[in-house]
């Protein structure tokens, strides 16, 4: 069975950094993009950045130059370097990979969130 599990959320000043990491778990044949996805308070959930496999990246223009997306393909994991935190950035975040699991057809696989605070 695939999953996704995210960690290192939590709760930070302005102006600060954290560090998410999302691991892939199960029996995988392949990984292709991953991404990471956002839900402020009250709003619906929006994208934040993506990576393909071969390391390519996509970003929101609200992230563009302080966050940085990354990915390690021999661990099945990806990572959301977050730096020069806003309180806007405040939300839970979920980590998103289109994963073709052995034996079956590849799909869309959504971790459970990790929750992101920011304080002015």
């Known amino acids: 069975q695939v999953q996704l599990v995210e960690s290192g959320g939590g709760l930070v000043q302005a102006g600060g950094s954290l560090r998410l990491s999302c691991a892939a778990s199960?029996?995988?044949?392949?990984?292709?993009?991953m991404g990471w996805y956002r839900q402020p308070p009250g709003k619906e959930r929006e994208l934040v950045a993506t990576?393909?496999?071969?390391?390519?990246?996509n970003y929101a223009d609200s992230v563009k130059g302080r966050f940085t997306i990354s990915r390690d393909n021999a661990k099945n994991t990806v990572f959301l370097q977050m730096n020069s935190l806003k309180p806007e950035d405040t939300g839970v975040y979920y980590c998103?990979?289109?994963?073709?699991?052995?034996?079956?057809?590849?799909?869309?696989?959504w971790g459970k969130g990790t929750l992101v605070t920011v304080s002015s």
């Open positions: 990576i393909t496999s071969g390391g390519s990246t």
């Open positions: 199960g029996s995988i044949f392949r990984i292709n993009d």
């Open positions: 998103n990979a289109y994963i073709i699991p052995l034996l079956t057809r590849g799909m869309d696989y």
